[in-house]
């Protein structure tokens, strides 16, 4: 967000008969809810992580501090239309516009690193689950990018105008900044091929699988929700144009916020639900197709050697991902499925929203 220049401001105020309505209804109608909802899924993920499965890991922290920032940008947000932020600059005391441009400044160096910490925990997340040496070098791959990526956008944001204080104080009249226009559309274009590879990598995995429809449908909902902040995040940089080619700056910023919000609270949600998924198993049982109700879940000890920890539903190899461990009957794969959250080793009650409704012959693991 730019701040206008005193030109500008002489020539809003002249404005006779400006429109007042403001879209500040719509920051808090959006933000307030969202960040809510994110806070709520975090501390449930804490929960689970802690409590039931007992694994709590380093993805978990990384999604923390995620929505720890998150949660300064929303109040950031909701802070700047004390300022002006969603209002016309000719309903605006003009003093109060250099407060709301260093208050915008702040949510702009403060949205990479919440974006990039939220991705870079769910790939963490993907260390866990998916051990083939591909996958593994896919993630390293993925999180070394996200790393550069965070660190230069930010400080390159950070560094826009220089001096620094020179994008919010109009005393300042010798001040170099860059093209906004051009390098915020890079930037968000980047972030979006992100979002695509971070929630969209693991889609061939599932269409892989021979399962019925509803519940190939019902994993692919969990990967595929990330789609929403990817639609966000396109529509963020379709609108960088008009916001940069828009002197109404306060107004126009408004709509900007609340993508750029929805994009990162929802990324945080949605990297969230996998692990949420053994606490809800706890509280409202297991639910079994064919059956009219919830069950509770079941917990027992296997009669057999319980499968080797370190290897994921996913793995592929000879024999397919519904091959079955030679020598293991039904009742036993029943069983090591049934293990109880609480006793399991970390490994399994990481996995356990990925094979909960998995039709027998695809619980076995290949080795």
Not at 41 to 57: D, E, H, I, P, Q
Not at 192 to 215: C, E, G, H, N, R
Not at 351 to 367: A, C, G, H, I, V
């Amino acid at each position: 967000m730019a701040t206008p220049s005193p030109e500008d401001l002489i020539h809003f105020h002249s404005v006779e008969n400006g429109s007042k309505d403001s879209r500040i209804g719509l920051i808090l109608a959006v933000e307030i809810p969202l960040i809510t909802l994110v806070l709520l899924t975090v501390c449930l993920r804490f929960y689970a992580r802690t409590f039931v499965t007992k694994a709590l890991g380093k993805d978990d922290w990384v999604m923390a501090l995620s929505a720890l920032i998150a949660f300064s940008n929303t109040v950031i947000n909701c802070v700047t239309t004390k300022y002006g932020q969603g209002v016309h600059v000719w309903n605006l005391d003009y003093k109060l516009i250099p407060a709301a441009s260093k208050l915008g400044w702040t949510y702009q160096v403060m949205f990479p690193p919440a974006v990039t910490l939220c991705k870079i925990s769910i790939v963490l997340t993907y260390l866990r689950i998916f051990t083939t040496r591909r996958d593994r070098i896919f993630c390293f791959g993925t999180l070394t990018y996200l790393s550069l990526y965070g660190v230069i956008i930010t400080l390159t944001i950070a560094f826009q105008c220089i001096p620094v204080n020179s994008y919010w104080d109009l005393s300042i009249k010798n001040k170099r900044c860059y093209d906004q226009n051009s390098a915020m559309i890079i930037f968000s274009a980047l972030n979006t091929v992100s979002d695509l590879i971070v929630f969209m990598w693991p889609a061939p995995k599932i269409f892989q699988l021979k399962l019925p429809i509803q519940q190939r449908l019902g994993l692919m909902f969990v990967f595929s929700l990330g789609c929403v902040a990817c639609i966000a995040g396109l529509a963020r940089m379709w609108y960088y144009p008009k916001f940069f080619s828009d002197k109404d700056v306060l107004y126009a910023a408004a709509l900007l916020s609340v993508l750029a919000n929805v994009e990162c609270n929802i990324s945080i949600i949605c990297g969230s639900l996998p692990e949420i998924r053994p606490l809800l198993v706890r509280w409202f049982g297991k639910w079994k197709p064919g059956s009219s109700r919830s069950e509770p879940y079941q917990t027992s000890r296997p009669r057999s050697n319980p499968t080797p920890h370190h290897q994921t539903f996913f793995s592929t190899g000879p024999g397919g991902p519904g091959a079955t461990k030679q020598g293991m009957s039904s009742d036993s794969l029943d069983q090591v499925h049934d293990w109880d959250l609480e006793k399991s080793p970390p490994h399994v009650a990481t996995e356990s929203f990925y094979l909960e409704d998995l039709p027998k012959q695809n619980k076995t693991r290949k080795w």
